[in-house]
């Protein structure tokens, strides 16, 4: 069972996510387990300090390295041995794509460390495997970058696609394909009807004109 670890300051954005739908599913159907670990709890002191004011001055602040990697180690712990990756969301990072999705779907464990608008010590990169991005776009947090990524990596566990028809399994298996326009009833809405190929039966003519209108995700 793939395990994904997260280590954030805000738990609590997750619990909606993934607890609802496909990754709710998944959970039940033990093919993933999610583990939401709270930054707070390495904070430092009696007042759990997680940042401090930048070296060299200037505005905000920055996420202490101490209780990052701790938090980093704590998460390692509970997968020694295994195939397993650390990854830092963050703008700077290598942009998310379907084959990275792939790649990490194929490891046993999973650790996102949600970048911060604060930033982070520079010093924390070295218990970093990847740094990744979903995109050029400045975010308040990485968390819901991590979604993004939990979401992508999750659907491609084996089996946590289940379709009904042998016909789904196989369309939901090419994962890299985004699937072709689909119609259902009334056969005329508001004047704008149903392509005809659709309704003709031909299995063969409907199979080659969906494969027309397939677009692949690389
Ligand atoms: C870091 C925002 C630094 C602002 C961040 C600054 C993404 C993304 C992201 C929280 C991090 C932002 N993470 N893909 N895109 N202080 N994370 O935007 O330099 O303005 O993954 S700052």
């Not at 738990?11 to 930054?39: C, H, W």
């Not at 979903?134 to 968390?143: A, C, F, N, R, S």
């Not at 566990?157 to 890299?176: C, D, K, M, R």
Request: proline share 5%; with cysteine.
């Amino acid at each position: 069972m793939m395990k994904i670890q997260i280590i954030t300051l805000f738990p609590e954005m997750f619990e909606g996510v993934l607890n609802t739908s496909m990754l709710r599913k998944a959970q039940q159907k033990k093919l993933v387990d999610y583990q939401l670990i709270n930054l707070r709890d390495f904070g430092l002191g009696r007042r759990k300090t997680v940042d401090d004011t930048p070296y060299g001055g200037g505005d905000g602040m920055v996420l202490r390295p101490e209780p990052l990697v701790e938090a980093i180690e704590a998460a390692k712990q509970k997968t020694k041995n295994k195939k397993q990756k650390t990854i830092l969301m963050t703008p700077r990072g290598q942009k998310f794509n379907q084959a990275k999705a792939r790649q990490l779907a194929k490891l046993d464990n999973l650790i996102l460390v949600c970048g911060h608008y604060e930033g982070y010590d520079e010093r924390i990169t070295k218990f970093i495997d990847e740094q990744i991005s979903i995109g050029d776009y400045v975010l308040t947090g990485g968390e819901l970058p991590a979604m993004v990524v939990i979401d992508a990596v999750t659907r491609l566990i084996p089996g946590v696609l289940g379709g009904e028809t042998s016909a789904e399994v196989e369309s939901f298996n090419q994962p890299g394909v985004i699937e072709y326009p689909h119609y259902t009833r009334p056969e005329d809405f508001r004047g704008m009807k149903v392509p005809k190929v659709l309704l003709s039966g031909d299995h063969a003519k409907i199979a080659k004109w969906r494969k027309s209108r397939q677009k692949r995700v690389l």
